[in-house]
């Protein structure tokens, strides 16, 4: 049995060519069958997904990124019409095709899955970025599964959203590859910042240097230097300008520093400083007007041994909506789980939440190998801070595949996406992992 009908979109359709909010009524002609949640299959090269469900909305989301749908197959296939689609003629319809597995079972709908790194990464600079119709990832330097100052790259590699593979980037201009380096987005370009190279003789040397690379002209080039050289930062964009640095890891010891870069002047200024323990490989982000950071590692104040601490600090810091150099800090509660070591952090601007995601209670070199000797494993626990109450919230105790050695995450309406990282025994991998934000 075939069900025919026409969506009308004139109570509202609000598209791009990537995403879509349809509202209208189903004219059924035939069929008794009820669609209470069908999956209908856009004839598009990346085969985008629009849920229906009765009451006649349909939400066309990204490529790859729609969120987990229980499926209630019908008996037969069934042909809907649309009209009023964006970039087609009002006059013409096309023909969507309802595809389903399932004879009048629910069944819940396989999780999205993305395509793997190039080659395994750790430590490696994470962005995103819309650039006109593209959802784009970015994955910056790092290092590879041997784990040595041989194993630092350079390499740059970008995904579009929906692309089966990864492409290969210009590399990020340098003598050497980082480790380290802090990633942010803002005016529709991806900023590097800083990190440390590492010498034959295992010398770690932190660098000032700023890289811009522009997805249009797929070019790089030089920004101002960091004042204060800086490595396994904590990074954050306000107003689409305004990018945060704040305290990590510069040549002697971690500082207290809070640095700001005006995207549009190419100039620096300082900010207000932190007021916990300076601190190194802590996780955060920036969130409308708030920068919340936790954890990192810290000088052993009683000695060499071992030399470095986990520090167990969660802080909260308030822009000046006047002045973005304006920080007012303020301690807030511990988060769930032990302190840990290069969480994967991600900023939500959807639900106003920032994710927090694996990492170690062991701090540790760039090979995994804890300060104190012992093998540093990674974390399960996923969790969040919410803005809107002001608590934690535990995502996943047990999260699957959990890694560490991460310099961010990237949120997204399905989930949170990590790329590469630290498996269980210190093995470096190239799985691009969706953690659903429950």
């Keep these: 049995m075939v069900l ?3 969506v009308d979109s004139r109570p509202g359709i609000a598209c791009s060519p ?13 069929s008794p069958v009820s669609p209470q949640n069908m999956v ?22 990204e490529p790859a990124l729609r969120p987990p749908k229980i499926r ?48 395994p990464f750790s430590n490696n600079a994470v962005a995103s970025l819309k650039v006109g119709k593209q959802f784009l990832l970015f994955s910056f330097m790092g290092i590879g599964p041997g784990k040595t100052w041989k194993d630092i790259t350079n390499a740059a590699y970008q995904l579009e959203m929906g692309a089966a593979k990864w492409t290969e980037i210009r590399p990020v201009p340098g003598p050497a590859g980082r480790l380290a380096v ?52 904590v990074i954050g964009t306000y107003r689409d300008r305004f990018i945060y640095l704040v305290s990590g890891w510069s040549k002697t010891d971690a500082v207290q ?11 620096w200024k300082q900010a207000t ?52 150099t304006k920080i007012q800090w303020s301690k807030i509660a511990p988060h769930p789980g032990n302190a840990r070591y290069r969480i994967a952090p991600g900023a939500s601007e959807k639900d106003k939440k920032i994710y927090f995601s694996g990492g170690t209670d062991n701090p540790y070199n760039y090979n995994g190998i804890g300060y104190d000797g012992r093998p540093a494993e990674p974390s399960p626990v996923t969790f969040a801070w919410d803005l809107r109450t002001s608590k934690w919230e535990v995502i996943n105790e047990n999260t699957p595949n ?22 269980k025994g210190q093995q470096v991998t190239s799985r691009v992992t969706l953690i659903p934000r429950k």
Aim: include cysteine; proline fraction near 11%; charged fraction near 20%.
């Design 273 to 324: 400083p932190i007021t916990g323990t300076p601190v190194f490989g802590h996780a955060g982000a920036l969130l409308d007007d708030t920068i919340i950071y936790i954890d990192g590692a810290y000088k052993n104040p009683k000695g060499p041994t071992p030399p470095y601490l986990a520090s167990d600090e969660c802080w909260m810091g308030k822009i000046d909506h006047h002045d973005p």
């Design 72 to 119: 209630i197959a019908p008996q037969a296939p069934v042909i809907c019409q649309f009209s009023g689609l964006p970039g087609i003629n009002p006059m013409k319809r096309t023909l969507l095709y309802l595809a389903f597995l399932l004879p009048a079972l629910p069944v819940p709908a396989a999780q999205p899955t993305l395509p793997p790194l190039p080659v």
């Design 4 to 6: 025919a009908g026409s």
């Design 257 to 267: 520093n809070v640095q700001v870069y005006d995207t549009e002047k190419n100039t």
């Design 402 to 423: 959990p890694t560490m050695d991460h310099r961010g995450l990237i949120a997204t309406p399905a989930g949170l996406i990590i790329m590469g990282g630290m498996e």
């Design 18 to 30: 990537r995403s879509c909010r349809a509202r209208g009524k189903i004219r059924r002609e035939l």
């Design 182 to 233: 802090s990633a942010s987005a803002a005016r529709q370009q991806v900023f590097l910042f800083g990190g440390y190279v590492v010498d034959g003789q295992g010398s770690e040397i932190t660098v000032r240097d700023v890289n811009v690379y522009e997805p249009f002209d797929k070019r790089w080039y030089r920004g101002a230097d960091i004042p204060v050289a800086v490595d396994d930062s």
């Design 40 to 61: 209908l299959r856009w004839p598009h090269r990346l085969s985008q997904l629009i849920p229906w469900n009765a009451r006649g909305k349909a939400h066309l989301f």
